[in-house]
């Protein structure tokens, strides 16, 4: 199973799509979870998840806001999907009755 | 000073693979981050990085398991050998297979033979099998060095002449990295040489139990047909993968 990072990773190159590399990804999850995302934190995380077959990575082209610097462009596999798919089931799944859970539900009502 | 601060990112992220660094500060200059923020960013990524070399066995063979214990050993052979010749100096020199104490020669030419292909086989071994944990792996050996240089006590011999072994050592290490490679036959040559030096040297009392260690490294080069680059596999393809 994912780690809660990983899947925050995972989910915010989905959502970014052919726009995911590093730095806006690092920004979708700060803005999701009001958390800082260190750099470190991130390519490391990518590397893992790249092992596991759940991401593919490869160098974009530059851009003049990056002084011609490369990307590091992030794609999500099918296995990265179906490992996503399943966290967040899990999450849905073990919140269901959980009292935070319900009074969203309620006010959602 | 922000362009001090800059060089200072540029050069910490020499200690990444060229690929990551371009990427990140590519990153850098993108998000702008302040000198100080993105100090703080690329040492977190590259302490990550270093301590994720040390998940394999290779930086701990390198590091703990052949340069601090080598560089102590070899301390005692540029010791012993540095003294023999001293002797030689002052009793007249003798080096000679035919002179009236051969046997004498022949111990000092064993000791010699030992530090030339011990120390050369530890340098060029500690090189190829870890090579991004080199400096980890130089302060392993340079440590017993200090330790033994700032006790050292005998006033007919200079202290420096501890570091005879540092010499091969070097070679080996400059032979490795520029992707120098020694074949299987010449490896188990110089492991033999070695062995059987050492043998002679235990048959006569002058070694001590641990020092056979010292033929692991010659060794190691014999059993493996090993090249930098085979040796270095897992490290480069971790590079390459970056």
């Keep these: 199973m994912l780690g809660e990072f990983e899947y925050l990773l995972i989910t915010a190159a989905a959502t970014l799509g052919e726009n995911a590399y590093g730095v806006a990804m690092r920004e979708a999850i700060v803005r999701a979870t009001g958390r800082t995302c260190s750099i470190g934190a991130l390519y490391t995380t990518l590397d893992r998840l790249e092992a596991k077959g759940l991401v593919k990575t490869w160098m974009g082209e530059g851009t003049p806001q990056r002084g011609g610097r490369s990307k590091r462009m992030v794609r999500v596999t099918p296995a990265g999907t179906a490992a996503a798919r399943s966290f967040y089931d899990t999450m849905i799944r073990i919140s269901n009755r959980a009292p935070w859970a319900a009074q969203r539900t309620e006010r959602a009502k | 000073m922000r362009n001090i601060a800059w060089k200072l990112i540029e050069v910490m992220t020499l200690q990444l693979t060229p690929k990551e660094r371009e990427i990140v500060l590519g990153d850098l200059i993108e998000t702008r981050e302040t000198a100080w923020r993105g100090m703080r960013e690329v040492s977190g990524l590259v302490a990550r990085r270093q301590l994720q070399l ?6 701990w063979l390198a590091a703990p398991g052949l340069a601090f214990p080598c560089s102590f050993m070899l301390m005692g052979f540029s010791f012993a050998i540095s003294s023999e010749l001293r002797n030689h100096f002052v009793y007249g020199w003798q080096l000679s297979l035919f002179s009236t104490e051969p046997v004498e020669t022949i111990l000092l030419l064993c000791q010699v033979l030992v530090l030339l292909i011990c120390a050369w086989a530890a340098g060029f071994t ?4 870890s090579r991004r944990t080199f400096v980890v792996s130089a302060i392993c050996c340079l440590l017993p060095c200090l330790f033994c240089l700032l006790r050292f006590r005998q006033e007919s011999l200079p202290r420096f002449c501890l570091l005879l072994f540092l010499f091969p050592a070097i070679a080996g290490v400059c032979f490795s990295r520029c992707g120098g490679a020694i074949n299987r036959r010449r490896a188990l040559a110089l492991a033999l040489a070695a062995t059987i030096c050492m043998a002679v040297l235990a048959a006569r009392g002058h070694l001590w139990v641990l020092n056979w260690e010292l033929i692991g490294p010659a060794w190691y080069l014999a059993i493996l047909p090993v090249r930098p680059d085979r040796m270095a596999i ?6 390459s993968h970056e």
Excluded: L
């Design chain 2, 54 to 59: 040390w998940n394999g066995w290779r930086p």
């Design chain 2, 126 to 129: 500690i090189e190829s099998v």
């Design chain 2, 234 to 239: 897992p490290e480069m393809r971790a590079q």
